[in-house]
């Protein structure tokens, strides 16, 4: 009897033995000590972008260096073309059936500039994809270039809104000095009609860029204006009050702007 329950508690052991195997492969710390680094330093970066996209992350200084690379990729992928495409379908889609336009010229639409109607990859292409910190002056001297290729997917939508009889109005944190270099590239890419190009003066460069974009629109609004949408890849470019009666976010996770 005894030789029989052998094999039995045998098998118990070895049953118990294998279940916390498996049990402990699932542990995300043991997954890092083994072959799947390079896949969790993947899903870790993945996670990373769609939190800073979520605004869960914030006020990032630089792209983590383990990150750099993914970001990279991202940015310079048909991912990254098909999401942006994306969001401004949804933008098409919301303008054809929300509005009901008074025509009295107050009915409006505000664009960011930067990586909403101008690319800055060629310049963050030499400079780390966001892994070195951000340098102002360097940046500055890029823009006054007049550049920066125009992102497709919102300069047809940028046409499409101003057809429809919607003033446009152009919000940057770009510095005043800069205001004849960029409407030298605006114009080179192929925006034009925009009823007012709104840039940071003296009073505004110290101001937070998200307060100064709610005064801003305040102006506007207390100009009679309504804002129906608003197109930005910073969330800064919609917080505050008043706000638009829908915004719309084009990915970005290569900087952070407060």
């Known amino acids: 009897m005894q030789m029989a329950k052998t094999p039995a508690v045998f098998l118990l052991i070895f049953s118990t033995l294998f279940i916390s195997l498996v049990s402990a492969d699932w542990n995300i710390l043991n997954q890092r000590k083994r072959n799947s680094v390079r896949a969790n330093l993947k899903s870790y970066c993945e996670s990373w ?9 914030r006020g990032f200084n630089v792209v983590p260096q383990e990150c750099v690379e993914y970001v990279k990729k991202y940015m310079t992928s048909s991912q990254y073309k098909a999401d942006s495409e994306r969001a401004m379908e949804e933008v098409k889609l919301y303008i054809s059936g929300c ?16 990586d909403t109607l101008l690319s800055t990859l060629p310049y963050f292409k030499k400079h780390g994809f966001g892994g070195n910190k951000l340098n102002a002056s360097s940046l500055e001297a890029w823009m006054t270039e ?5 992102l497709k997917h919102t300069l047809s939508l940028f046409h499409d809104i101003k057809d429809r009889g919607l003033r446009i109005f152009l919000i940057s944190s770009r510095k005043e000095t800069l205001r004849s270099f960029t409407v030298d590239n605006l114009i080179k890419v192929g925006y034009h009609g925009w009823t007012s190009l709104i840039l940071r003066g ?23 204006y309504r804002i129906w949408g608003i197109v930005g890849d910073q969330w800064s470019s919609f917080e505050g009050l008043p706000g638009a009666k829908r915004t719309f976010k084009l990915p970005n996770s290569m900087y952070y702007i407060a």
Do not use: H
């Not at 972008?49 to 992350?57: K, S």
């Not at 007049?146 to 125009?150: D, I, L, Q, T, Y």
């Open 146 to 150: 007049s550049k920066g290729p125009a």
């Open 49 to 57: 972008r769609i939190n800073v996209e979520l605004n869960n992350i």
């Open 202 to 224: 003296l009073e505004d460069e110290f101001m937070e860029v998200k307060k100064y974009q709610s005064r801003v629109r305040q102006r506007l609004v207390d100009e009679g």
């Open 99 to 114: 509005c009901t336009l008074r025509g009295d010229g107050k009915d409006a639409w505000i664009f960011d500039i930067d």
